[in-house]
Every structure is written in C-alpha cells, then in structure tokens.
T-cell receptor
Framework: AQSVTQPDIHITVSEGASLELRCNYSYGATPYLFWYVQSPGQGLQLLLKYFSGDTLVQGIKGFEAEFKRSQSSFNLRKPSVHWSDAAEYFCAVATQGFQKLVFGTGTRLLVSP | GAGVSQSPSNKVTEKGKDVELRCDPISGHTALYWYRQSLGQGLEFLIYFQGNSAPDKSGLPSDRFSAERTGGSVSTLTIQRTQQEDSAVYLC??????????????FGPGTRLTVL
C-alpha cells in the first residue's frame, strides 16, 4: 500500500531563512505527488504537484519541490520564508487508481521573527 | 467562481445522536471526495463519488457512516449513533473528473464535529 512519511512534526525557521520540508513516499510505480498547505481553521490549499517530466516543480507562493526517485523523496523548499508561511504542510501521493490521496502526518512550520 | 463549501462549519452533538454534514462542490466538478482529519489518525480518505455513484467506499470506518450525492452536485455525509471517536474535522474536496488523469482536488474549509 502507498504511504507517505513526513519525519519532522515541527520545524521552526527564522523569517528570511531558507526552508526545506522532507517527504518520503512508498509506492511501486511512478507516483503522483502533491504538497498542500493548511492554515489554522482553513481547508487544504494545493502548493504544487508532480506528475511526470521535469523533476523540479514550481508552485505558488514561491515554493518548489524536487522529485528524487532514487531517494523516494519529494522535499519542499523555499529560499526565503515569510511570517505568513506559518502553517501545516502535508505531502500526499495519489493512489494507483488516482481516486484518492494518501497523506503524510504533516509538518507544522513556525516562523520566528 | 465559488470554491467548495461545507456546512455547518462546527457541529457539537451528544453521543448516540445522528449528524449530517453537507458539501457543495465547485460547479461543474463531477468528482467529490470526503476525508477525515483527526489527531490520532491524521488525514484519511473516506469515500469518493463520480457523479452520483460511489465506486470506492473503502475508507468509511464503520456501517454507521454513509454518504450520498444527488444531482451530481451536493453530497451529504451521515454519521449515525455518533461516538466520541467520531470527533474530527470532516473535509470535502472536488475535482473536474476522476476518470481521466488525476485532477487536482480542491478542498473545502471542513466541518469540525465534536461528540460529547
């Protein structure tokens, strides 16, 4: 069965510093991978997705992610974090039939002044 | 256009009562999904609809949970005889079409259910 691991439960980053959130997946075929962000009391917003092709994917709000098949990873990065980026971030993989998402447990990002 | 909407935003109920949660998908989206977000289980898939049909109900945790969709639009998730472990945020999502390549799922704000 597909699974997603986000090893960091919490991460604190200073405003203006760079960010990398880790995501590892378990999936037999080429995965469809996603990063979503959830602000307090809000639903999930799609940041970016990877289906195929270029392994470096650009998303909204200045985020990017790189698919590395050899490491089964899809880490999320941002070169300079803003206070408004404080939220919970979820990595997800689409199942083989594409009808549902399997989510990681999430990483809560705190941004310090 | 409007996004996915859900009602109520919050629901507090007593153990043993039935509850209904509503989801209005984005207009024109044929696929609709229900997920549950809880402290102990994280985000988990419950059910999805293609049109009014539910080909995959594998995520429904027990027979107390049911869902329907009418007119290819609004969906209702019903929980009968609620238990305290049903307390969670119930998220609805919709996408254009689930039958072709994977389409982006757009999420609503969720319904927070508290069972006392």
């Amino acid at each position: 069965a597909q699974s997603v691991t986000q090893p960091d439960i919490h991460i604190t980053v200073s405003e203006g510093a760079s960010l990398e959130l880790r995501c590892n997946y378990s999936y037999g075929a080429t995965p469809y991978l996603f990063w979503y962000v959830q602000s307090p009391g809000q639903g999930l917003q799609l940041l970016l997705k990877y289906f195929s092709g270029d392994t470096l994917v650009q998303g909204i709000k200045g985020f990017e992610a790189e698919f590395k098949r050899s490491q089964s990873s899809f880490n999320l990065r941002k070169p300079s974090v803003h206070w408004s980026d404080a939220a919970e971030y979820f990595c997800a993989v689409a199942t083989q039939g594409f009808q549902k998402l399997v989510f990681g447990t999430g990483t809560r990002l705190l941004v310090s002044p | 256009g409007a996004g996915v909407s859900q009602s109520p935003s919050n629901k507090v109920t007593e153990k043993g009562k039935d509850v209904e949660l509503r989801c209005d998908p984005i207009s024109g989206h044929t696929a609709l999904y229900w997920y549950r977000q809880s402290l102990g289980q994280g985000l988990e898939f419950l059910i999805y609809f293609q049109g009014n049909s539910a080909p995959d109900k594998s995520g429904l945790p027990s027979d107390r949970f049911s869902a329907e969709r009418t007119g290819g639009s609004v969906s209702t998730l019903t929980i009968q005889r609620t238990q305290q472990e049903d307390s969670a945020v119930y998220l609805c999502a919709s996408s254009l079409d689930v039958s072709a390549r994977f389409d982006t799922q757009y999420f609503g704000p969720g319904t927070r259910l508290t069972v006392l």
